[in-house]
């Protein structure tokens, strides 16, 4: 019972960090049909960045508080930033081509921000310096350390914030009307090019967020993070029907438990054959389940009434 | 000196991947006037509504709106202008509820008060409306979609509305209710440009036409004049 416990709750603030990165996949995705396959790759900039911010700040003496909201100041600074450029110069040009093409383009963007980040911060495992100290709560026998607790009401926060937004703002209306019909909002005075920039931008600053999650959580940081990282939330907004923002929320948590339950009890249910450490194989299994049983995902519209 | 027209639209030509759909259309709308295009499938009517609304570049020719040249402007700038279209095939946001949609045509206005009060408006002319504005528009029927569309258009206060097709796979009896709506819409001061394949409809609610031939304006001339003309009713009238 300890077990089950404490992998929910591992498995919840995983799967609330799997959420923040899948809600960048869907959005752009609702929004434009494309899949972004660099922002796994902005969330890992979002990551080095505010390592790097840390480091340079601890190293001052700069009170922990303060240091973190800096860091994580920059890391949505850079990436959102990093976000307009790439939907400017990369995707911009290419809306009206074949869907391959903006597809492969993202491709070679990831790689671009992969070796470019290589070249920056070098290719070794970059440790965070110690700066918290998190005290753990015991919950029927399992720990939940005041840094898990404080990444999930984080992210909680930011998706509850963001559901707000789309569903009861002018810009998250138009957003919505962008995404059913662009010649249509155009007509309605929606600027689509705004509005496509705005979901990149405000996409890319929740990866950086979730970049400096990861960074806390795991302690390190590495110019390939962002891979497994981007492929596990793009399962997730799979999961949860891609395009969907309700549902990359439920499909990241989701696939956070699936995990962690998993990762837990491999070992006993195997009799010791597959460790932990085969865990990457869930995800990838839930992937490739929900692509033959229901590609629409948990919350998608099947493809027919998607107008 | 000539009467000061709203649209003025000169030699305008317009390409679709290769295909010149219109091949120089002249016309011109005063203000307070109704006018309709009219001609058969594939005349290239829908082709240059999209070019007057902004939604497709002119390959050449050029637009004056209000006496300005708008050529190439797009659409989000033109409907600021006071210029709207309702499209073909009503293009109501399916996702959206009703209520939705209508905040959807008053996005480039401010004036929250005056806002609300168009809401009234619309919800007074369409009963239908007021009933489902929490539904989602896509679960309509077409005629309550078409409905949703023009009162969405309405909703951005334009000078200039551009219907096309507003009769298109609707029921007579959802057609007349439609047309009525149209002429109050146009009572109000509103001016109106409407491409209809239902030609004789469209030339009794309007005062003057145009009739269009693969991507050409062939005959403009009075209403009423278009109506007696022996090639409009053979080729339009069905006689």
Redesign the interface.
Same mark, same amino acid.
């Given at each position: 019972m300890e077990i089950f416990t404490q992998q929910l709750i591992n498995g919840l603030v995983l799967g609330s960090i799997y959420a923040l990165v899948a809600l960048g996949y869907t959005m752009v995705y609702g929004i434009l049909g494309l899949i972004n396959f660099a922002h796994g790759d902005i969330t890992m900039v979002g990551a080095l960045v505010a390592l790097t911010v840390v480091q340079a700040l601890a190293a001052a003496g700069v009170p922990a508080p303060l240091v973190l909201v800096l860091a994580g100041g920059c890391a949505i600074l850079v990436c959102s930033l990093l976000g307009l450029s790439i939907e400017r110069v990369a995707y911009r040009p290419l809306r009206r081509a074949p869907r391959l093409a903006p597809l492969i383009t993202a491709i070679g963007i990831s790689i671009l921000l992969q070796y470019t980040a290589a070249l920056i911060w070098g290719k070794q495992y970059i440790a965070l310096p110690k700066l918290l100290e998190p005290a753990a709560i015991d919950i029927a026998g399992a720990q939940l350390t005041t840094l898990q607790l404080a990444i999930f009401v984080l992210a909680c926060g930011i998706m509850a914030l963001l559901l707000w937004f789309i569903k009861a703002s002018r810009m998250g209306r138009a957003m919505r009307a962008t995404e059913q019909n662009p010649d249509v909002a155009g007509l309605m005075g929606v600027n689509v090019d705004t509005v496509i920039a705005f979901t990149f931008v405000v996409g890319s600053a929740i990866g950086a967020v979730a970049g400096l999650m990861v960074v806390l959580y795991y302690g390190i940081g590495h110019y390939f993070m962002g891979f497994m990282l981007g492929l596990k939330a793009f399962t997730a907004a799979v999961l949860g029907g891609i395009g969907n923002v309700g549902g990359a929320v439920l499909g990241g948590l989701l696939l956070g438990v699936i995990e962690s339950m998993a990762s837990g009890y491999i070992g006993d249910l195997t009799g010791g054959v597959l460790g932990s450490n085969y865990r990457d194989i869930f995800a990838f299994l839930v992937l490739v389940l929900v692509l033959v049983v229901k590609p629409s995902g948990l919350l998608g519209q099947s493809g027919g009434d998607r107008a | 000196m000539s009467a000061p027209y709203l649209l003025e639209v000169c030699g305008l030509e317009v390409a679709y991947g290769g295909i010149r759909a219109v091949q120089g259309v002249d016309l011109a709308v005063a203000s307070g006037e109704i006018v309709a295009l009219i001609g058969a499938n594939g005349a290239g009517k829908t082709t240059t509504l999209k070019a007057l609304?902004?939604?497709l570049p002119p390959k050449s020719g050029s637009l004056r709106y209000e006496g300005a040249d708008v050529t190439g402007k797009?659409?989000?700038h033109l409907? &600021?202008k006071g210029l #709207?279209?309702v499209?073909e095939g009503r293009?109501v946001?399916?996702?959206?509820t009703v209520a939705?949609n209508l905040?959807?045509?008053a996005?480039?206005r401010n004036d929250r008060h005056e806002i609300r009060r168009d809401f009234d408006r619309v919800y007074a002319l369409f009963a239908r409306l007021a009933e489902r504005r929490e539904q989602l528009a896509?679960t309509l029927s077409g005629g309550e979609q078409q409905m949703l569309a023009i009162g &969405?258009a309405m909703m #951005?206060r334009p000078k200039l509305l551009l219907l096309d097709e507003p009769s298109m796979g609707l029921a007579p009896l959802m057609v007349q209710k439609i047309f009525e709506t149209v002429r109050a819409i146009a009572a109000e001061g509103v001016t109106l440009l409407l491409v209809e394949q239902n030609a004789k409809l469209a030339l009794e609610t309007c005062s003057r036409g145009y009739v269009m031939e693969s991507g050409r304006v062939v005959l403009a001339d009075s209403a009423a004049a278009l109506l007696a003309s022996p090639q409009v009713r053979r080729a339009y009238l069905g006689e």
């Open positions: - | 609304s902004g939604l797009p659409a989000y409907v &600021r #709207s279209l499209p293009g946001f399916p996702r959206l939705e905040a959807m045509g996005y480039i896509g &969405r #951005s």
